[in-house]
DNA sequence: ACCATAGGCAAGCATCCACTTGCCCGTCAA
DNA sequence: TTGACGGGCAAGTGGATGCTTGCCTATGGT
C-alpha cells in the first residue's frame, strides 16, 4: 500500500519542469532505459542538452514523485516509468457534470 | 479553437504550487468566487494566509495556463474554474497497455 | 461630493530550484 | 590489476518565483 509515497504534492512540483515531462515521454516509448540513452534522446528528439548529472536529478526527482521506477543491474540502472500517481489529478478535480 | 492558449508547460507549472492547488478546490465546489471570498477560504479551511495581492497573482497564473476564467461584473470579478486543461496530462502519459 | 470597497500595478526581497563543476564509488573487461 | 565506464555525492551559482509593501484606479453606496 501507499505505493508512491505520501508526499502527492511532489508529482505536481515533479510535472512541472519541461525536461521531466520530456523524460517522462522517452520512458514512455520504451521501458528500462539507462541514464546515458535518456541523455541522448533528450538532446536528440528534444534539444535538450543537460548535463548528465542535472538528467540523474530529474530521475531522482521523479522517482520521489513515484513516476519512475528504477533497478540496478550490474553497472546499470534501468528506469521505467509509472503512470499511476497521475490518476490521481483528474480525480482531483474531474470534468464538471 | 485553441481555448487555453498555446503553452501548454503553463498549465504544469500553475500546478505546481500548493496555494494555487488549494484554488482550485475551493472553484470546484462553488464557481463564481470573488478574490476576497477566495482569500477568506484559503485561510479557514487550508490554514494558507497569503496576502489579498499574492491570492491576485495566482489567479493570474491559473487564468493564464487556462484552468481560472473570469468575469468582471461591477466592481466584482467572478472566477469560474475551467479543468479542460488537465485533459492532456492523462492524455499525454496513458496508462500503459 | 465623499468615502469605503474590490481590485490592479510595480518594485523589492527572499527563497527555491535547475544546473554546473569537481571528485568519488562500484562494476566489468583486458 | 589496471583502467575505462556507468553512476553518485556535495558544494556553489544564477535565475525563476512566491510574497510583500506601497500606491493607484474604479465602482457603488450614502
Do not use: N
Amino acid at each position: 500500500m501507499l505505493a508512491y509515497g505520501g508526499r502527492v504534492g511532489d508529482v505536481y512540483k515533479a510535472l512541472a519542469d519541461r525536461t521531466r515531462r520530456a523524460l517522462l515521454d522517452e520512458l514512455l516509448e520504451r521501458d528500462e532505459q539507462t541514464l546515458f540513452e535518456l541523455c541522448s534522446k533528450l538532446a536528440m528528439k528534444h534539444d535538450l542538452t543537460p548535463t548528465r548529472q542535472a538528467v540523474s536529478q530529474h530521475l531522482e526527482v521523479l522517482e520521489g514523485a513515484g513516476l519512475v521506477r528504477s533497478v540496478r543491474r550490474g553497472r546499470y540502472k534501468f528506469h521505467t516509468i509509472d503512470t499511476t500517481p497521475l490518476s490521481q489529478i483528474s480525480e482531483r478535480w474531474p470534468s464538471k457534470s
